[in-house]
């Protein structure tokens, strides 16, 4: 973590407890907050109140205004359960309405009585103004949009109602990702997008050794802390744990879904996990999301997937421009595809490399995934131990730099994302692998055969092959530490090279003429700018320089709604917008 990070955890103020002398604003890191299994079912108690406070449907509908709909768990929409119902809809088992919370419009005066209610047990309420008067203060952490900031205000608004102070706190991209990673904050503004179309891409980054666990579970004090019980018994399992840590009771649980074969159990077993996850209160989930940008009409060929990622390398202008100005976001913290963990590194990632599969929009706009530096995506061969090998042929298929891609860069990449010790966000999604996580069954057995085996088989297996995470690096290249950001170091693979990166700027990509599919693309330069700024989006998006931009003023939307009818996109997405909470931070004043 850099020097100024540590200024900020000073600014990002978490929770003052004049009643308290623990460290709130630790992590949980080595010293112990003297917060105890007790006073963390409080807390729980405690954060799932604060989650009632909020009116949903005015976020979507004043906030948003982009077809969101009122999020009542963590799991986003659009995950199908093997009978075609929605999982989401078969989350939480209350009677009367979907999910964990009613976030339905009539429900919200009484989820605020209930809230009140529950926190009236901890706290000081004076009953003549309707306030409480020593809950502690809190500090919202948020990334700069004027979007994150608008909500940012209205949660502030809804508990200041109440009487509840919370400062609100700004950050630029990437440092909000590494502050929030880090866990130096108290409440943050959160996001998931699926990783893949199956549930427990929500749930298996929240295990205790995930580098995307931000809200910090099994990590810290909350690792020793001794009260969550499961019982997997009536599902045949052999875990029935009372009293038993994070790591004991959900590590095992998502390892033991990623074992299952049988479909209807398991995802019986993935509502457990995400019942388990909101028992703690420590995410709040917000709305389901869609994804809002805008695009000019002279633009053909461009598609995007549920996960949020873009695809521009088969667009057309009707104006015959050989140079394609978009602007997805701000400057990215790496394009090393085992580091990446944010959906605008991504988009560039599958225009610069080539893994084993990628996504493609067929003739009938229909999304599939099909073989791309593989030959064919094969069908896996069951072996007596219930393990399930993939043998791959790599196509002819050269490094930017000339060099053969050979099937000994997938392994090296693919055990150096996985191994523990390079600490990268998304090691875990080679769980699935036999011998996960340092000593993965993946060996080339020459330079053109790849053979992969994995520990059961996965449905979901072809799409994680087009995951970034499993896209190749060559060892020579990443043993210089700073490749990923420097064009003159960069070697990449797929489509398009990276021909020039000027930071905080733009990064400019250029077709790759020794692509065995480079007759395919037809727009020869992609330039990214780089912005976080939504007015600066719009001003060059109307203008014309910007023929896409991912993000928009939240004032100006129902006025280009009305405008640009065939430029304002709202796309289908798989993810959900969320509150987390730190859980390592103390709420305590008893």
Same mark, same amino acid.
């Given at each position: *973590?850099?020097?100024?990070?540590?200024?900020?955890?000073?600014?990002?103020?978490?929770?003052?407890?004049?009643?308290?002398?623990?460290?709130?604003?630790?992590?949980?890191?080595?010293?112990?907050?003297?917060?105890?299994?007790?006073?963390?079912?409080?807390?729980?108690?405690?954060?799932?109140?604060?989650?009632?406070?909020?009116?949903?449907?005015?976020? /979507?509908?004043?906030?948003?205004?982009?077809?969101?709909?009122?999020?009542?768990?963590?799991?986003?929409?659009?995950?199908?359960?093997?009978?075609?119902?929605?999982?989401?809809?078969?989350?939480?088992?209350?009677?009367?309405?979907?999910?964990?919370?009613?976030?339905?419009?009539?429900?919200?005066?009484?989820?605020?009585?209930?809230?009140? +209610?529950?926190?009236?047990?901890?706290?000081?309420?004076?009953?003549?103004?309707?306030?409480?008067?020593?809950?502690?203060?809190?500090?919202?952490?948020?990334?700069?949009?004027?979007?994150?900031?608008?909500?940012? !205000?209205?949660?502030?608004?809804?508990?200041?109602?109440?009487?509840?102070?919370?400062?609100?706190?700004?950050?630029?991209?990437?440092?909000?990702?590494?502050?929030?990673?880090?866990?130096?904050?108290?409440?943050?503004?959160?996001?998931?997008?699926?990783?893949?179309?199956?549930?427990?891409?929500?749930? $298996?980054?929240?295990?205790?050794?995930?580098?995307?666990?931000?809200?910090?579970?099994?990590?810290?004090?909350?690792?020793?802390?001794?009260?969550?019980?499961? $019982?997997?018994? $009536?599902?045949?399992?052999?875990?029935?744990?009372?009293?038993?840590?994070?790591?004991?009771?959900?590590? +095992?649980?998502?390892?033991?879904?990623?074992?299952?074969?049988?479909?209807?159990?398991?995802?019986?077993?993935?509502?457990? #996990?995400?019942?388990?996850?909101?028992?703690?209160?420590?995410?709040?989930?917000?709305?389901?999301?869609?994804?809002?940008?805008?695009?000019?009409?002279?633009?053909?060929?461009?598609?995007?997937?549920?996960?949020?990622?873009?695809?521009?390398?088969?667009?057309?202008?009707?104006?015959?421009?050989?140079?394609?100005?978009?602007?997805?976001?701000?400057?990215?913290?790496?394009?090393?595809?085992?580091?990446?963990?944010?959906?605008?590194?991504?988009?560039?990632?599958?225009?610069?490399?080539?893994?084993?599969?990628?996504?493609?929009?067929?003739?009938?706009?229909?999304?599939?995934?099909?073989?791309?530096?593989?030959? !064919?995506?094969?069908?896996?061969?069951?072996? +007596?131990?219930?393990?399930?090998?993939?043998?791959?042929?790599?196509?002819?298929?050269?490094?930017?730099?000339?060099?053969? /891609?050979?099937?000994?860069?997938?392994?090296?990449?693919?055990?150096?994302?996985?191994?523990?010790?390079?600490?990268?966000?998304?090691?875990?999604?080679?769980?699935?692998?036999?011998?996960?996580?340092?000593?993965? #069954?993946?060996?080339?057995?020459?330079?053109?055969?790849?053979?992969?085996?994995?520990?059961?088989?996965?449905?979901?297996?072809? +799409?994680?092959?087009?995951?970034?995470?499993?896209?190749?690096?060559?060892?020579?290249?990443?043993?210089?530490?700073?490749?990923?950001?420097?064009?003159?170091?960069?070697?990449?693979?797929?489509?398009?090279?990276?021909?020039?990166?000027?930071?905080?700027?733009?990064?400019?990509?250029?077709?790759?003429?020794?692509?065995?599919? #480079?007759?395919? /693309?037809?727009?020869?330069?992609?330039?990214?700018?780089?912005?976080?700024?939504?007015?600066?989006?719009?001003?060059?998006?109307?203008?014309?320089?910007?023929?896409?931009?991912?993000?928009?003023?939240?004032?100006? *939307? #129902?006025?280009?709604?009305?405008?640009?009818?065939?430029?304002?996109?709202?796309?289908?997405?798989?993810?959900?917008?969320?509150?987390?909470?730190?859980?390592?931070?103390?709420?305590?004043?008893?």
């Amino acid at each position: *973590m850099k020097k100024f990070l540590t200024v900020l955890l000073v600014l990002v103020m978490v929770f003052s407890l004049a009643a308290c002398s623990s460290n709130s604003g630790d992590n949980g890191g080595e010293e112990s907050t003297g917060i105890t299994a007790e006073d963390e079912v409080k807390m729980a108690e405690i954060r799932q109140a604060i989650g009632l406070l909020f009116d949903r449907n005015y976020i /979507v509908e004043e906030i948003g205004q982009a077809g969101q709909l009122p999020a009542s768990s963590f799991v986003a929409m659009g995950m199908t359960e093997p009978d075609g119902s929605q999982f989401y809809e078969n989350a939480g088992g209350n009677d009367g309405y979907i999910g964990y919370y009613d976030v339905s419009k009539e429900a919200f005066e009484a989820n605020v009585e209930k809230a009140i +209610e529950i926190l009236k047990k901890y706290y000081e309420y004076d009953e003549s103004t309707g306030k409480f008067t020593n809950f502690p203060t809190l500090t919202y952490l948020y990334n700069t949009s004027e979007g994150h900031k608008a909500i940012g !205000e209205y949660l502030q608004s809804a508990l200041s109602a109440i009487g509840i102070t919370m400062n609100l706190e700004n950050q630029e991209w990437n440092t909000f990702l590494n502050t929030r990673k880090a866990g130096d904050y108290s409440v943050a503004r959160n996001g998931w997008l699926a990783d893949y179309n199956d549930p427990i891409c929500f749930l $298996d980054m929240w295990t205790s050794t995930s580098g995307n666990n931000d809200v910090q579970f099994g990590k810290g004090n909350h690792a020793n802390l001794k009260l969550y019980s499961i $019982d997997l018994t $009536d599902l045949g399992y052999d875990l029935n744990v009372t009293d038993g840590t994070w790591a004991e009771t959900y590590d +095992e649980l998502i390892a033991i879904i990623k074992s299952c074969t049988d479909d209807t159990v398991r995802y019986q077993l993935m509502h457990r #996990a995400e019942d388990m996850l909101m028992s703690t209160g420590a995410i709040c989930p917000l709305y389901y999301y869609t994804d809002p940008y805008m695009v000019s009409k002279t633009v053909n060929g461009f598609f995007s997937n549920p996960l949020g990622y873009k695809y521009f390398m088969y667009t057309t202008t009707t104006d015959n421009l050989d140079t394609l100005n978009v602007c997805i976001a701000s400057e990215p913290d790496t394009l090393d595809p085992a580091a990446n963990s944010a959906v605008d590194g991504a988009t560039m990632l599958a225009h610069l490399f080539s893994g084993l599969a990628k996504w493609q929009q067929n003739d009938g706009g229909n999304l599939t995934i099909v073989p791309d530096a593989a030959q !064919e995506l094969v069908e896996g061969v069951q072996n +007596e131990d219930g393990t399930v090998t993939y043998t791959y042929t790599i196509r002819d298929m050269k490094w930017s730099d000339g060099q053969p /891609v050979k099937a000994g860069d997938f392994e090296y990449a693919w055990k150096r994302a996985a191994n523990e010790e390079n600490g990268f966000d998304y090691g875990y999604m080679f769980e699935n692998i036999k011998g996960y996580p340092n000593d993965l #069954a993946v060996t080339a057995l020459d330079d053109k055969t790849l053979e992969v085996t994995l520990a059961n088989s996965v449905p979901y297996w072809d +799409e994680l092959l087009a995951f970034p995470t499993f896209f190749p690096v060559r060892e020579d290249v990443v043993a210089n530490e700073g490749w990923n950001t420097d064009p003159s170091t960069y070697v990449c693979n797929g489509m398009y090279t990276m021909s020039g990166w000027e930071h905080n700027s733009v990064i400019t990509l250029t077709k790759n003429p020794e692509h065995p599919d #480079a007759a395919e /693309v037809t727009m020869p330069t992609l330039k990214f700018y780089l912005s976080d700024d939504a007015n600066n989006m719009l001003t060059n998006f109307k203008n014309g320089e910007w023929k896409l931009i991912d993000d928009v003023p939240t004032n100006e *939307m #129902a006025a280009l709604k009305q405008d640009y009818p065939d430029e304002f996109i709202v796309a289908g997405q798989i993810g959900t917008y969320y509150i987390c909470w730190n859980i390592n931070e103390d709420l305590r004043v008893w």
